[in-house]
Each structure stands twice: as C-alpha cells, then as structure tokens.
C-alpha cells in the first residue's frame, strides 16, 4: 500500500535514512496494510533544510501563483479520489461514504484558500506625521509543521496545508503513524501538482527523531496541531523555547440539548449517524445528552431504535454503516468507561460490548447509556467512542449550567423550534462552534476551533490564514 511513497523530502519520497521501518495495523481485520518508514534525527533535520530553501522559493511567487497551484492541487485530489477513498477507510475503517465525504472536505480546503491567496489585503492608515502614511503588510510567518491525528487523516493536514501554501509558508507535515498512507498521497498531490522541491515535506517517525528536532528548531515559525489536551498543552510549552505561533484543535466533550419544543424526529435521524460516525470517534461529536424531561423516555426509545440498527463492518463494504475503533487500546478504554458507568449507576440499554459475530477487528457495539450523573467519567470527560449518554433536564437555566459544566470548549448542540431560545442558547453556551437543528460545522469557508481546554486560532474560513502570517507595519514620509 505504501511502496511508491515513503518520507518526502526535497521533493523526493525515500525511505529512512537507517532503512527503519514500522507496520500500519488495519483496525478491521488486524493485520499490516504494509510497512512505513520511519525518520531518522537526520532525515528530519534534512527535511528542515530543505523546508528553509523551499520557503525562500515559495515566499517570493506571486499570491495568483500560489493560487493557481494551489487550485492544481485540488485538479489533482479530484482525480485521485477513488484512490484515497480507499486509503482513508482501509486505515481508519471508515465506512467509503464518509471517508469520500472527508476527501471532499480537504479538496475543498485548497480550493477555498486558492481564493484566500488572493486576498491577503494590507491597509492604508494617515499618518499624524505630515507627508506621511502607514501601511500595513501581511507576511508569511516562515516554516510552518503540521501534526495531525489519525481520525481525520485527510481533513486535518488540509486544514493545515492549504492555508499555509496560500499565506506563502512551507510546511512540514507530521501526520498520524497509524494513518500516513492518507496524508502521503495528498502530498504526492502537491508534487503532481508542481509545488517546488522543499516547500512540502512529510517525516513519519518518533516523538523524538521528528517532533523532537521539528520544535527545537527555531527556523519553524508555526506549529499546528490537532490531537488531546495534553499533547497540546506539551506542546504549547515546547513552542514557548522558540516563540512560536501555535493553533490548537484539542478535544471536546460535546453536550446536546433537546429542549422541550425539539423537533423530535430531526433530533433523532440526524443525532444518530452524527454519533456514530467514524465510532464516535470525532471531537465534535455529541458526548453529554440532555433530553427534556418531558421528551426523554421518546427520544430514548428512538435513538436506540436507530442505534441497534446500525450495520458494522468493513467500511469498504459499501454497505457498512459504522466501521471498527482504531486499535484495541481504543476499545478497550471504551470498555472501561461503559463499565465504569454501570458501577455508578447508569443503565446500559443499548451495545456495550464488543459484537461476539466478528472475529478480528477492534469493533464495539453503538452503545446507549441513560440515568447517567454528570459526574462519571462519560460525562464528565470526552470518551471518544461509540457512547450516547443520556440525562435529562427540566429547565432552561438548569441545562445551560450542566452544559457548561466543563472545561472543554469545542462544540455544542441544540434542538429547538424557538428563535428566542436558540439566540439565547448561542449566547450562553461556552463553545468555539454551536450547531442549531444542524450538525454541520465542518466548512472550508468556516472557521474551526475550540475555547478554554479544546484549544485555540482557528482552522478554515477567513480566520484560518491569520496565523500563517506576521503583520508589518511600515511609516512611509515623503
């Protein structure tokens, strides 16, 4: 699967320096998709050279070349899409219907920011100094390095990537070692696409032969990354060395409120597949369930309706609804939350268990909690799985002060047929993004990010260029 790519380096692909490898682990059937290199300290070093040559090159094109390459990439991505569909599910286990849509999302990411590129504006400011002006300039900030984890191993590096390329920085992507096939052949998009040598790289490897040396360099102006809380808050510290800028996509814990006036069947047929997608395994996903009182034991009985009837397996099976959890890591803390949950108090009405019909393969059953407190550990923290947990509510103050009850801050949801108490629900509710009626908050054209604990800058729309670039101000008097 990975024999015509490797480490890409000045243009490139190679395979490590000390010919050191590792094997990628399909979650479906358990066994190796094949083998990945892994970099040395000097393949990575080797990759920061040629990033610097390549940033000098790439700084220096106009913004409607960058665009241009940048709408290429996009060309090329397209015509690749059976190919990465493909890749996508076979690592992740993803059902092909949702790793296409994930394709989507990162084409569509090089197409907005090939727009983007031209719209770097500066500004004019008069001048107390007579004669005189200001201007202000925007700047590529230098070497920007993308880590990125391996739920979204398309989506994330885009969201990186493009907006990079357009703001004039190299980049250095470090992607997931469980999902590097993804991410190399969307950097062999960038070569087929004609990106010069040095201004996209990729190293797989060790925290220390490549993020290591990737964050004590000080020639790297940017680092990027999505992944837990305390990965980021590790690396927030390592940047402080060098000052780097550093954006944040962390974890969430995602609360959904179903007020008393939802609109029940939306709730339930789009909460369902929003759940499971990917096993729950996004951090957007809905976490924390509260159900009004009044629509509880309906909202229950549907949503397990719903769940019970997913299909699992092989997400290449284009009849898959919901695909394996990455690694028996994964579904074995799964295990124990639900377990956890249980010993509380909570009743397990739905899953719970890994389905006894598969014989390889890191499934887990969709799984429906409800009578949960909010202080056990499901609720209480993002549990990254295939887990509804379910409470109700009675008030309207009583649900905002459980919702916010959290140190995360990426995403919330609510259902309501009110203006009144949807404007208010936006208002009060402490989240980067929140979704009205609608779980559709991924858009190249829309910002992206978390507040507090998940995390900060944001990925996608406008905003998402800004930390790519340093501001210049220059006084000019003639």
Known sequence: MYQDFGLFIDGQWRQASDKGSSAVISPVHERALGE????????TEEALDSAAKGFALWRSKTAFERADALHRIADEMLRRKDDAVRMISSETGKPLVQAEREWGLATDQFRWYAEEARRIYGRIIESRVPGGRFEVLHEPVGIAAAFTAWNFPAALVARKAAPALAAGCSIIVRP???????A????????????????????VGPTATTYGPIMASSAVRKVSLTGST???????RDAA???????????????????????????????????????GQVCVTPDRFFVHESLHDAFVQGFVARASALRLGDGLDGETQMGPLINARRRGEIEAIVAEAEKAGARLVCGGRAPPSFNAGFFFEPTVLTEVEDGIRVFAEENFGPIAAIASFATDDEVIARANASDMGLSAYAFTRSPARARRTVAELKAGMVGINSFALAAAEAPFGGTRYSGMGREGGTEGIADYLDTKLAQIVF
Do not use: W
């Open 36 to 43: 990945v290199p892994l970099a040395t300290l000097a393949d």
């Open 176 to 182: 997931s070692s469980q999902t590097p096939g993804t």
């Open 184 to 203: 190399m052949l969307m950097v062999d998009c960038t070569r087929a696409a004609g990106i010069p040598a040095g201004v996209v790289s990729l190293v």
């Open 230 to 236: 305390r990965v980021g808050q590790q690396m927030i």
């Open 241 to 279: 060395e060098t000052v780097k800028k550093v954006s944040m996509e962390l974890g969430g814990n995602a609360p959904l409120i179903i007020y008393e006036d939802a609109d029940l069947e939306l709730a339930l047929n789009t909460s369902v597949p929003t759940k499971y997608a990917n096993a």
